[in-house]
């Protein structure tokens, strides 16, 4: 049986207001290593907030997040900062590259806020790099790379820090057909070659299509998980 | 990377950061220029009176800073004759000149005004100040003409009076009597202080002690080598001073002159605090447009793990490099203009009036003065370092997810 990376056990978000709207209404959820998951559904179903949370970016109302074993809702907003560091990769739908770092720097950034020396920095900037597809493109800009080649770039980027899981968010939503598949191709031969756990949060068919297990959300809740 | 990272965010908008750079360096600029002007105008002047009338220290007796009468005479000839000898023991001296002061009158022809009359021995002050130079018509008591008198320029258009002109001096002898002589006038001066030109007048010390019979000693003017530690120099002159004398460096001699010397210290700094308040809110509001337009890039950088204190350390540096690229520049500029305008001089010489009355003259050569050059640096390292704390902190306020979102 694979280990479990996330468990999240009777989650709940509820943004006061007014009329109280409750983003994520009693979500229970294990995902295991290796896993490439989808979480579906439409605008406002609580898909991104529940990413989100799991990531460490957003504070449940209530229920508990189990990270390896660890509740991440229990940390402290320093300790968060920490715990996304050095298990948690992101790809966010709009790149979010450091515009004025080649390709390189970008992906080595990260490792250089986890203390990692140079050399490795470099050499692992490369090798990652060279696994998307973007060899011979290093020292590229992301404003001289096309949207497909800035995600992938974001990819390798949040596989630098060696995560314990990569979340993405709506990652295909500013990609043509061509750049999505091949972004996809990357990500499964990452999943399958390394293990690597992916989290999506998606309304893409193209991506829900690929993926092999997919979790339907509606109104903040389960209500379909299915895999393939 | 962090310094790379904030060296290429400053170019990210080449036009604006040119436009905070160039303020940043306009303002080092004018800052200088204003220190190197303010020296030029008060060291000029202070040099002048130090050279033509306080020397750099004046010994008195008590009773004279008290009430400057003929009577308050700093000793006997021989006790003068021994001071004169113990100040020029300290190797720091340069010389001495001994001098009578008299409140009398002036008279000529047509008018007659209250005059301070100083009586000096025209040898020692040809060695020890720079009256002679302050000639601008006849000369300095050279030729041996009994009774002759140099006065200043203006008094001299006051009185309506030339070369070679009589007038008649009238003064208070030590015991109180009142003396009358005739005397010609065979030098005008002038200096930068036309207020001085106007109420002094020059006599030799050996016409006014055959005039009133009483060879009398009223100060002793003091030479140094250099106008350096003068404060520390006339402490030491002070311990070994007999009873009764008291040596006074020129800024208390001259308490306005002094009291200039000090305030333009303040000014400067004032001025430069303003100056450098202007940038700070220059720079401030150049950091809060970066962060505003890279709030995402922050948010995806908090969210991927840059901890508060490496987002500020980030923020600080490329704020302070905002300050190390302008800084030099804005220096070297001062240095340059303040290097071209000691050559050329700024010729103030519509407000020549004016500047005379204050002692200035017209034309301002600027000083460079290094240890403002520090100063200015320090100033614009802490003025950077302010400038970043509050668009650091809007920056560690952002909220990673709605950052990221763009909202």
């Given at each position: 049986m694979s280990k479990t990376v996330i468990e999240v056990r009777d989650l709940f978000k509820v943004y006061e207001g007014a009329v109280?709207?409750?983003?994520?209404?009693?979500?229970?959820l294990r995902i295991t290593q290796g896993e490439f998951t989808a979480l579906k559904g439409p605008s406002g179903c609580g898909k991104t907030t529940l990413l989100n949370m799991l990531g460490g970016l957003d504070?449940?109302?209530?229920?508990?997040?189990?990270?390896?074993?660890?509740?991440?809702?229990?940390l402290g907003e320093n300790e968060l900062i920490d715990f996304r560091l050095r298990n948690i990769g992101f790809v966010f739908q709009a790149y979010n590259l450091i515009p004025v770092l080649s390709a390189t720097e970008n992906v080595s950034f990260i490792m250089l806020l986890q203390n990692r020396p140079k050399e490795e920095r470099e050499e692992r900037a490369r090798q990652l790099l060279q696994s998307v597809g973007l060899a011979g493109k290093e020292d590229?800009?992301?404003?001289?790379?096309?949207?497909?080649?800035?995600?992938?770039?974001?990819?390798?980027?949040?596989?630098?820090?060696?995560?314990?899981?990569?979340?993405a968010d709506e990652p295909t939503a500013n990609l043509d057909s061509e750049s999505t598949a091949n972004l996809l191709d990357i990500m499964?031969?990452?999943n399958k070659e390394e293990g690597m756990t992916f989290v999506f949060a998606t309304h893409d068919d193209r991506v829900i299509n690929r993926a092999r297990r997919v979790v339907a959300i509606s109104d903040g809740k389960v209500i379909s998980d299915t895999s393939k | 990377m962090i310094f790379k990272i904030a060296w290429r965010n400053i170019w990210r908008s080449k036009v604006r950061s040119l436009v905070v750079l160039t303020s940043i360096a306009l303002g080092i600029w004018a800052g200088l220029l204003i220190i190197g002007f303010s020296f030029g105008m008060n060291n000029e002047r202070t040099a002048a009176a130090i050279g033509s009338t306080l020397g750099h220290s004046q010994v008195h007796s008590s009773s004279f800073l008290e009430e400057p009468t003929s009577a308050a005479v700093l000793g006997s000839a021989a006790e003068v004759q021994a001071m004169e000898e113990l100040l020029?023991?300290?190797?720091?001296?340069?010389?001495?000149s001994t001098r009578a002061i008299m409140?009398?009158?002036?008279?000529?022809?047509?008018?007659?005004?209250?005059?301070?009359?100083?009586?000096?021995?025209?040898?020692s002050e040809r060695v020890n100040s720079n009256l002679p130079e302050t000639i601008v018509e006849g000369d300095f008591f050279e030729s041996k003409t009994r009774n002759s008198v140099i006065i200043g320029q203006k008094l001299a258009d006051k009185l309506g009076l030339g070369l070679r002109k009589k007038v008649v001096l009238t003064f208070q002898d030590a015991d109180g009597n009142i003396s009358r002589a005739s005397f010609r006038i065979t030098g005008i001066y002038k200096t930068l202080n036309a207020t001085w030109d106007e109420l002094n007048l020059y006599i030799k010390r050996s016409d006014l002690a055959k005039t009133i019979g009483q060879d009398l000693v009223h100060e002793i003017m003091v030479r140094y080598d250099e106008t350096e530690n003068t404060e520390e120099k006339t402490a030491e002159l002070s311990a070994a001073m007999p009873e009764g004398a008291t040596i006074l460096s020129w800024k208390r001699n001259s308490p306005e002159l002094g009291y200039a010397d000090d305030m333009m210290g303040i000014m400067l700094v004032l001025v430069l605090g303003i100056i450098m308040m202007a940038l700070l809110f220059g720079i401030i509001n150049n950091m809060l447009m970066a962060i505003l337009e890279r709030r995402r890039e922050l948010g995806m950088l908090m969210a991927v793990g840059m901890n508060k204190r490496k987002l500020f350390a980030m923020i600080l540096v490329e704020t302070l490099m905002l300050g190390f690229v302008a800084g030099p520049v804005g220096i070297l500029l001062g240095d340059l203009s303040i290097r071209v305008m000691m050559g050329v001089g700024i010729d103030l010489t519509s407000k020549k009036e004016g500047l005379a009355n204050m002692g200035i003259q017209s034309i301002i050569y600027p000083e460079i003065v290094p240890e403002y050059y520090l100063i200015v640096a320090v100033m614009v390292v802490v003025t950077a370092l302010l400038a970043s704390l509050y668009p650091a902190y809007k920056a560690l306020k952002l909220n990673p997810v709605q950052a990221i979102r763009g909202e």
């Open positions: 109280p709207v409750k983003a994520v209404n009693g979500i229970s504070y449940p109302t209530s229920g508990s997040i189990l990270v390896g074993g660890k509740d991440i809702t229990s590229k800009r992301p404003g001289q790379l096309s949207g497909g080649q800035q995600q992938r770039v974001a990819v390798a980027r949040a596989l630098a820090s060696k995560p314990q899981f990569v979340l499964l031969k990452l | 020029q023991k300290a190797s720091f001296v340069k010389g001495v409140m009398g009158m002036v008279s000529a022809p047509k008018s007659a005004r209250g005059v301070r009359m100083i009586a000096v021995d025209p040898e």
